[in-house]
């Protein structure tokens, strides 16, 4: 269940809602603690008695941790807050300005040396990913800005 637009979750002032998948809903935040914007991840209370959900989701946030690459998100903190539907885990990550991928596309086609410049750098971060042992199994253009 989507988190109300203007309400807190933990130390974070939800703005609004930036997607929503299988792990749970993003959300555009702001952390009161660190004065800036964060994703905040948040994995649903319906989930949280689910240890396979949890355990992947965990997985996720230190896999991601351990990567240091100028084309990967930096997470700045993986914890679980208590709201009025529940406990939540949630994963809260540096903020990207922007378009998805998959935005742009819809607006203009890509020109050639755009297409080329992206990949190339969708391979670096894949491949400091894979070097890593991570496996990124959900690559597509919502994902990418």
Known sequence: MPISIGS?????????????????????AHDSRLDRKVALKILPPLYTNDQDRVRRFEKEAKAVSALNHPNIITIFEVGQAVTEA?????????????QTLRKRMRKERLSLAEAVEITIQIAGALDAAHTAGILHRDIKPENIM
Do not use: N
Request: glycine share 18%; proline share 0%; no cysteine.
């Open 8 to 28: 807190r979750f933990d130390r974070y002032e939800i703005f609004s809602l930036l997607g929503a998948g299988g792990m749970g809903e993003v959300y555009l």
């Open 86 to 98: 529940g406990a939540s885990h949630f994963i809260a990550t540096e903020y990207i300005e922007g």
